[in-house]
Structure formats: C-alpha cells, structure tokens
C-alpha cells in the first residue's frame, strides 16, 4: 500500500505564504503524476498543481497561477507547494495524491480525483483577511 504524509498547514493572513510538503512511501517514479488537491467545505475536491516525477512538467490550476509553484525531489520521494500571496479563498484542506504509472498512460496531472487511487490525509490551510 502507497502512503502518502503532507505537512505544512496552518493559519496565515492574507497575503502571506506557506509551503506543504507530501513525503510518498515508494520511488516516485513508479507515477506519472504527483498532484495537489484542496477540498473547501461544501465545494468538490479540485485539482490545484501537478507535477510528474522527473520535475520537467508542471501543471497549475488557472486560479493560483502566479502565486502557487510545485517541485519535486526524487531523492526524498517529496513534492512540494509553495504558495504565495494567499488568499481566503485558498482555505481548504489540501491533499497530496499520486497515480500509477504500470499499466496505465498518461491523461495529464490536473485530472479528477477519481483518477488517483493514492492519497495522504490532508493538512488544512486557513487563510484570513
């Protein structure tokens, strides 16, 4: 079984920043993506950033553009997300997921949530105004 732990979570004003990180329990090169979700109370789970393995391409969703980056480092079998210039619309809980690369192709890295069958348990993120 795949395990997933995200940490980096926590409370910020709006404007400020924070970075979440998802260590995963095998070699990373066994997915084709590595992806963030956030889940706000009442709303659908969406997809924020993805990355795949080797780092080369990043995916990000239209509404953090400019202000969320991802990373990954194989080495530590981490993906990250560096979020800036937070806003109060941001406070969800976030998710780190990943997908399996035997026996699959690639759809892309922002696709539903349904398509991952991995998942951390989240770490909540509360932006203020």
């Known amino acids: 079984q795949v395990q997933l732990v995200e940490s980096g979570g926590g409370s910020v004003q709006a404007g400020g920043s924070l970075n979440l990180s998802c260590v995963v329990s095998?070699?990373?090169?066994?997915?084709?993506?590595l992806t963030w979700f956030r889940q706000a109370p009442g709303k659908e789970r969406e997809a924020v950033a993805g990355i795949n393995p080797g780092g080369v391409n990043r995916y990000l969703h239209d509404s953090v553009k400019g202000r969320f980056t991802i990373s990954v480092d194989s080495y530590k079998r981490s993906v990250y997300l560096h979020m800036n210039s937070l806003k109060p619309e941001d406070t969800a809980m976030y998710y780190c997921a990943t997908d399996q690369r035997q026996g699959g192709r690639f759809t892309g890295c922002l696709k539903g949530a349904n398509e991952f069958p991995y998942w951390g348990q989240g770490t909540q993120v509360s932006v203020s105004s």
């Open positions: 095998r070699n990373i090169h066994n997915s084709f993506c």
